[in-house]
């Protein structure tokens, strides 16, 4: 069973920071590409930032890059998304999503997500 659970999220000041967590079992997560999406309230799901397989390569919304940065531990198949001087508009639940292959078929997974609120 495929399964994804955020963490870390929360209330914080402009400026402040948070790192995010997803846990991820049920599937061989080192051979995984893995994303960090969010939405706020109204808004579409935009992508946040991605890291492939072995880290060989990230990439970044631009209105988060220089801010976050993301990383996975494969020993801990864990994906984290450090993010730094946060804006009000950064406010929004995050999700992890697992993208992986399996024979044939391309699979794409989700956490349920982690709230962020960036406000004075």
């Known amino acids: 069973q495929v399964q994804l659970v955020e963490s870390g999220g929360g209330l914080v000041q402009p400026g402040g920071s948070l790192r995010l967590s997803c846990a991820a079992s049920g599937f061989t997560f080192s051979a995984s590409t893995m994303t960090w999406y969010r939405q706020a309230p109204g808004k579409e799901r935009e992508m946040v930032a991605s890291i492939t397989r072995a880290g060989s390569s990230t990439d970044y919304a631009d209105s988060v890059k220089g801010r976050f940065t993301i990383s996975r531990d494969d020993a801990k198949n864990t994906v984290y998304l450090q993010m730094d001087s946060l804006k009000p508009e950064d406010t929004a639940l995050y999700y992890c999503?697992?993208?992986?292959?399996?024979?044939?078929?391309?699979?794409?997974?989700w956490g349920q997500g982690t709230q962020v609120t960036v406000s004075s």
């Open positions: 999503n697992a993208n992986f292959r399996l024979l044939a078929k391309v699979n794409n997974y």
